[in-house]
């Protein structure tokens, strides 16, 4: 079968398209013969090398993924060769006390497809039989793909985390990325408010004709935090949803009002910030950390997508074997939404 995999790692020479053997399901275990595949920055990641990840053979690289059932394996009575189904990239135990209580993705033993475990980017891939939920019809494949880590990661973020309600105004940072877009769309569909930053004023440009209330150039700005404030009436934003890390972190403390609340789940500008403690305390902030989501976050988002007909905003779409052209380009920030890969 064709894959896109790398054996060694490094820069975007290191990414392969090439065969290797066809995955066969052990128990509790499906085949999927893949349709589509979308991009995310853990694959360049991976791709770069991270620490306590090894390479012992030939390692495929990616997390979503839509298909259709192939095969299935011993003990799986819940789907059926043939059924169209989306795929939650995060794998837990399903036995431990966090499982048990439904917190899947802060189990000890989580783990991510196309990082810890194997990929979606082949023709023919091995996926837990909890992990599929159903492809919403309204979607084609290479949408259907892009739906799962950015959005189940951004759901996560607002609904469970920040416990984001209807009416508040969420600081979105680096919009053009999966989450941030993702966010964005959940956000106005709950019926927030969206401020958003970016260093491109196209992209900011994009994302008003989205639904966003307003955007700022943090690379223009000489204090994007205060204009924040500025454009929410000196109040401040509820929420600060940050999938850059340590570049961003500062502007979301002086963009939120007292009380509010900051998830982070992403380190692309560095993973060590500076926190001034007494701003925490002083104005209540609450800053939380957040990783992929939980079988129910996943149930919850599939339903309310194919409820409100809601479609991921996708880039571009490349063939399996433009796999390191499409990593490129997310690499580069050239992209403004998903990039997918039909297989």
Same mark, same amino acid.
């Given at each position: 079968? #064709?894959?896109?995999?790398?054996?060694?790692?490094?820069?975007?020479?290191?990414?392969?398209?090439?065969?290797? $053997?066809? $995955?066969?399901?052990?128990?509790?275990?499906? #085949?999927?013969?893949?349709?589509?595949?979308?991009?995310?920055?853990?694959?360049?990641?991976?791709?770069?090398?991270?620490?306590?990840?090894?390479? =012992?053979? +030939?390692?495929?690289?990616?997390?979503? %993924?839509?298909?259709?059932?192939?095969?299935?394996?011993?003990?799986?009575?819940?789907?059926?060769?043939?059924?169209?189904?989306?795929?939650?990239?995060?794998?837990?135990?399903?036995?431990?006390?966090?499982?048990?209580?439904?917190?899947?993705?802060?189990?000890?033993?989580? !783990? /991510?497809?196309?990082?810890?475990?194997?990929?979606?980017? %082949?023709?023919?891939?091995?996926?837990?039989?909890?992990?599929?939920?159903?492809?919403? =019809?309204?979607?084609?494949?290479?949408?259907?793909?892009?739906?799962?880590?950015?959005?189940?990661?951004?759901?996560?973020?607002?609904?469970?985390?920040?416990?984001? =309600?209807?009416?508040?105004?969420?600081?979105?940072?680096?919009?053009? &990325?999966?989450?941030?877009?993702?966010?964005?769309?959940?956000? =106005?569909?709950?019926?927030?408010? %969206?401020?958003?930053?970016?260093?491109?004023?196209?992209?900011?440009? #994009?994302? !008003?004709?989205?639904?966003?209330?307003?955007?700022?150039?943090?690379?223009?700005?000489?204090?994007?935090?205060?204009?924040?404030?500025?454009?929410? &009436?000196?109040?401040?934003?509820?929420? +600060?949803?940050?999938?850059?890390?340590? %570049?961003? /972190?500062?502007?979301?403390?002086?963009?939120?009002?007292?009380?509010?609340?900051?998830?982070?789940?992403?380190?692309?500008? &560095?993973?060590? +910030?500076?926190?001034?403690?007494?701003?925490?305390?002083?104005?209540?902030?609450?800053?939380?950390?957040?990783?992929?989501?939980?079988?129910?976050?996943?149930?919850?988002?599939? #339903?309310?997508?194919?409820?409100?007909?809601?479609?991921?905003?996708?880039?571009?779409?490349?063939? /399996?074997?433009?796999?390191?052209?499409? /990593?490129?380009?997310?690499?580069?920030?050239?992209?403004?939404? !998903?990039?997918?890969?039909?297989?």
């Amino acid at each position: 079968m #064709r894959a896109v995999f790398i054996k060694d790692f490094g820069g975007n020479e290191k990414v392969q398209v090439g065969e290797l $053997p066809e $995955p066969e399901p052990g128990r509790g275990e499906v #085949r999927i013969a893949v349709k589509a595949g979308a991009l995310n920055h853990l694959d360049i990641w991976v791709r770069k090398g991270r620490p306590g990840l090894e390479l =012992k053979k +030939a390692h495929v690289l990616g997390s979503d %993924a839509a298909g259709v059932v192939d095969k299935i394996g011993e003990g799986v009575t819940t789907l059926n060769v043939g059924d169209e189904v989306v795929v939650n990239p995060g794998v837990s135990c399903m036995t431990c006390e966090f499982c048990r209580r439904g917190d899947h993705s802060e189990c000890p033993s989580f !783990k /991510l497809l196309g990082f810890q475990l194997e990929g979606m980017y %082949a023709e023919k891939v091995l996926v837990p039989a909890c992990n599929l939920g159903p492809k919403p =019809k309204h979607l084609n494949w290479e949408e259907a793909a892009a739906l799962n880590l950015s959005h189940i990661t951004a759901w996560r973020m607002l609904f469970t985390r920040a416990r984001f =309600k209807a009416g508040e105004t969420v600081l979105l940072h680096g919009i053009g &990325g999966g989450v941030a877009l993702a966010a964005l769309q959940l956000v =106005k569909l709950m019926g927030g408010e %969206a401020i958003v930053t970016s260093s491109s004023d196209e992209k900011l440009a #994009r994302a !008003k004709e989205l639904g966003a209330a307003a955007g700022v150039n943090y690379k223009t700005s000489s204090d994007p935090g205060a204009d924040v404030k500025k454009l929410t &009436g000196g109040r401040g934003a509820d929420i +600060a949803i940050d999938s850059a890390g340590a %570049a961003t /972190l500062p502007v979301s403390f002086a963009a939120l009002r007292r009380g509010g609340r900051i998830v982070t789940c992403g380190v692309t500008s &560095g993973p060590e +910030a500076k926190i001034n403690i007494q701003m925490l305390y002083w104005n209540h902030i609450s800053f939380m950390g957040s990783t992929m989501g939980s079988h129910e976050d996943h149930r919850a988002l599939l #339903r309310a997508v194919s409820h409100t007909q809601l479609r991921p905003i996708m880039d571009r779409v490349f063939p /399996l074997r433009d796999a390191a052209q499409a /990593l490129a380009r997310m690499e580069a920030g050239e992209q403004f939404g !998903k990039i997918a890969l039909t297989v």
